[in-house]
């Protein structure tokens, strides 16, 4: 849990529709908790986001993952 994500384009869950979130986000998103809860705050912050249900499924998929 604590290990650090790579600081780059985060490829491995090749969701493609999620990759420009993924980018904006990364510089401040060092582990997959501070992932989890950045992607919470852009889904509620954002109601009518294009991503956001792209953004609950990849959520869906970390936590399945951990």
Known sequence: ???RMPIQRVTIFKI???EILIEVFLYQVTTINKLIRQLT???ISHPNFPLQSCAISYLVQITVIR
Do not use: D, E, L
């Open 41 to 43: 705050t852009i889904i």
């Open 16 to 18: 493609s529709c999620f």
């Open 1 to 3: 849990m604590g290990k």
